[in-house]
């Protein structure tokens, strides 16, 4: 059997896996999915930077209770948001070259540089590893990191100064575990808003990663209209799982003439199914963009959401009409000549 693309060749590893996007945030894509994505079936829903990024999490089948192989994998995706081919190749030659198709047997150190040395592999920034190993140590009901508890303590009840003694992944292993402590969820939620600005950050950035429960909805939505700057933006960022919901949309809608440079980059970063429900919520959005006067925050913008398959069509669509509001075409005719030259 010729192996053409990853999804084969995991396949025929005799390896059980399972595939996170580590992109835009750490989400899974089921085995199913990612096989259509590698082999060009579908294209790959959360490009960043013209790149497909996934942890690959693989271990010897009917062997879950050893630590897994990951692999971090930056891909290229083109214009339509497919995967390369070409790339998948490229590395499928580098691991077959050193392992064969024995993937779950351990590099040597000449071998693991020898592999590290490849275009196609990424060291992830802290957070996201902290997210992803949250996941896998829930997922596979183990214990949670040594800093759970210290993080947990410091959520619940906030010192002066304890936070300054926390670890990433055990603020990662808290918010991971919220769902079903009911209790807890409420206080955190509750306690968001005053936390220290670098503690806000943090946890808003473990949240990201998750589906916010109805208690976390109830005390951070009104954050996005009523709060300050910085608890607005982190507001925003927290509720990412819950873009696609209508009432928490509405909620950075309502104040959108008002929205700072930072939560516009927010909103498309992290919010774009809610740009992709609404015709008019997009138009409204890239006017206020538009109105920044800020041509390079535009581009970026617009390309990110050209580059979104959920997005994309909408987009071109919008920006192509000739009854655009004026700011709107004038900032898109800018885009075009700078981008077309």
Known sequence: MTITNLAELLHSSNSDYLIYDLGRIVQPISASEFTEICAQQCPYPYPLQHHAWFAVVFWAAQQQDV??????????????????????????????????????????????????????????????????????TLRWQREPSPFYDRARAELEHPTSDGWQYLGVQGIHDVIARLLPQEEITKTIAANFANYPEPLQNAVAEAFEHSIPAPSVVEQLQPLIQHGTGISRLNALRALTGGASEPTIAASWEARLDQASVDELIVIAARHWPALAASSQR???????????????????????????????????????????????????????????A
């Open 282 to 340: 997009l138009e409204r959005y890239l006017v206020q963009v538009a109105k920044q006067d800020n041509p390079a925050l535009f581009a970026g913008l617009v390309r990110d959401l050209l580059q979104l398959p959920c997005t994309r069509a909408y987009t071109l669509s919008l920006l192509q009409r000739n009854d655009l509001p004026a700011v709107l075409y004038l900032a898109w005719q800018q885009f075009i000549q700078t981008h077309s």
């Open 67 to 136: 630590d897994p192989f990951i692999w971090f994998l930056k891909m290229p995706v083109d214009e339509r948001g497919l995967l390369s081919h070409i790339a998948q190749q490229e590395y499928m030659a580098q691991i077959l070259a050193l392992l064969g198709q024995q993937l779950t047997h351990a590099l040597t150190d000449e071998q693991t540089q020898q592999l590290q040395q490849s275009p196609y592999l990424f060291t992830p920034a802290e957070a996201k590893r902290a997210a992803l190993h949250a996941k896998l």
